[in-house]
């Protein structure tokens, strides 16, 4: 995901007027604008970086105390020419009528696009260390995109716990290499890996060089091998286990290891790009990318539980502010009060078990659709790891059902933020409601998806998928025939009721056909 970079300053509404901001922002009325963070205490060492550009300055204690002493508002407000426009305004206007003096002046803005940018992320790094006690990210992504070191620093500036899994890898790959006449299987099982404090890796004693070229053109190999694959996923989830913030970066983590994480992050670039930057050629980067892509054990894969960041044309400290974006966005779900979003569509396709919507589904992904994953897999997932009785084995069916709207909140908070005109969801909050309707539980205040989305009504369309016939699905249709006529009939009436316009598929056995389908939906309607 390719962030469009327009204009932007970040506001702070300080304490000496923190009681006013609501007639202050009245002031930016005609600007599109973000409130990031209302009723906002700053720590000390935030602060201090945030303002770090004054600590020789003889002021700069009497600041630092006065933005502890009491609550802010944080805003983002995007414009063309907004950084002069803002700073005019505060000067002219905001200042003179509610500031004291030189440091109790009201209002911050920033003075360039260089330091709204270092705000923007100390101001994120600040509220989502406030509203974070657990999480778990996964970061996938392809060879030399910086998985790594984005993940170190993100450990860092977020206090999560890093876990390296290509370091895993390489440091098996370097016991290989040197003893290249043994098994690889029986080097791993001799080889002893231990995590220094500062990330760094010690493989049997020693601190060596994990970046090296023989090491990069053979790690994929030695990754291709099912035994070292679980050898490195035993020290992948114990070391998650232990600590309830964590960062973990790898090749297939959200599809293969962790599908239960709380947030499912790609990372990639250009090949050219990546080469510059790995001081390595694009011939090497495209033959580990085929390695990993195509090997038969657990291959690289990007599927619709990723939110992709690409790169290419970003620097380090803009990815890590993209990174920031995307996790302050599942974190809080919410959107820009100003963002148009009267021309967003959002496509919800549904249907019961059987029907071949992850096949759909993948097939719209891969013609660059933007999509939003079900949820229902990673709280299955979640709950068979801490051995929790799922609703058909005799668990709470609304217990489950709320943890799935939980995550479709988040996944759509981080759908907002990009600039997709037409997001897919794979499935709904409606299926989601029509789960517990069927089971005659009552329901929680639940919002349908375009409340959820922030747009008119008109704007969700809905492609719903018939059941697939008997031979095309085989035995797994026949086993659970009546199961699948039930789910159809008590999804088709939550639709129904739902206001939306639906399009019912008839029987279609060929899957290019229904893509076409949702494409002709997509082209007439949106």
């Not at 509610?98 to 923007?120: L, M, P």
């Not at 959820?452 to 809905?462: A, Y």
Request: net charge positive.
């Amino acid at each position: 995901m390719i962030r469009l970079e327009i204009p932007y300053s970040i506001v702070i509404i300080k304490p000496d007027a923190f009681d006013r901001r609501q007639e202050i922002l009245k002031h930016f009325s005609k600007y599109e604008k973000e409130i990031l963070v209302d009723n906002f205490q700053f720590t000390k060492r935030s602060i201090m970086s945030f303002y770090d550009i004054h600590k020789d300055k003889p002021f700069f204690s009497n600041l630092i105390e006065f933005m502890l002493s009491g609550k802010v508002m944080i805003l983002k407000v995007i414009g063309d020419n907004i950084i002069s426009e803002i700073r005019q305004l505060v000067e002219n206007e905001i200042r003179p009528k509610y500031g004291t003096d030189k440091t109790k002046n009201a209002i911050h803005a920033s003075d360039s696009r260089e330091s709204a940018q270092k705000e923007y992320t100390i101001a994120l790094t600040s509220i989502i260390n406030s509203k974070t006690s657990k999480i778990f990210i996964t970061v996938d992504g392809v060879a030399k995109s910086g998985k790594t070191s984005i993940c170190q620093t993100l450990s860092e500036m977020l206090d999560l716990h890093h876990l390296s899994s290509g370091k895993i890898y390489r440091a098996f790959t370097w016991a290989c290499l040197q003893q290249p006449y043994r098994e690889p299987i029986e080097v791993c099982k001799r080889t002893s890996i231990k995590f220094s404090t500062n990330g760094n890796v010690i493989v049997d004693g020693k601190s060596v060089d994990l970046e090296a070229r023989e090491i990069n053109l053979k790690v994929a190999d030695i990754a291709s091998i099912p035994e070292v694959r679980k050898m490195c996923e035993k020290y992948q989830h114990a070391f998650v286990e232990q600590f309830p913030k964590v960062i973990v970066d790898g090749r297939n983590l959200a599809t293969e290891v962790f599908p239960y994480s709380d947030l499912k992050l790609f990372l990639t670039a250009s090949s050219k790009t990546r080469a510059l930057r790995g001081n390595t050629s694009e011939e090497d980067i495209d033959e580990r990318d085929y390695k990993d892509t195509y090997r038969k054990t657990s291959p690289m894969k990007l599927d619709s539980s990723h939110t992709v960041i690409d790169s290419t044309n970003m620097d380090y400290q803009r990815t890590i502010l993209e990174f920031l974006i995307i996790i302050h966005a599942y974190l809080n779900g919410k959107i820009s009060e100003s963002e148009d979003v009267d021309g967003r569509y959002v496509i919800i396709i549904t249907g019961p078990a059987s029907s071949g919507k992850t096949t759909l589904i993948n097939n719209l992904q891969g013609l660059g659709y933007y999509v939003v994953p079900e949820t229902a897999t990673q709280v299955i997932q979640r709950w068979k790891s801490k051995n929790i009785p799922l609703p058909w084995e005799g668990g709470d069916m609304l217990k489950f059902q709320s943890e799935i709207y939980e995550l479709d909140l988040k996944q759509i908070g981080v759908a907002r933020r990009t600039n997709n005109r037409v997001i897919i969801l794979d499935r709904s909050v409606e299926d989601t409601i029509a789960y517990v309707h069927n089971v005659g539980l009552d329901l929680p205040n639940w919002k349908p998806t375009y409340e959820l989305f922030g747009i008119p009504k008109n704007n969700v369309k809905v492609y719903f998928l018939n059941i697939l016939k008997v031979e095309d699905n085989g035995v797994r249709f026949q086993n659970k025939k009546e199961q699948v006529k039930e789910e159809y009939k008590f999804l088709d009436t939550e639709y129904k009721n739902s206001g939306y316009m639906v399009y019912r598929e008839l029987f279609c056995r060929n899957a290019q056909k229904r893509v076409r389908n949702v494409v002709k939906v997509i082209n007439k309607y949106c």
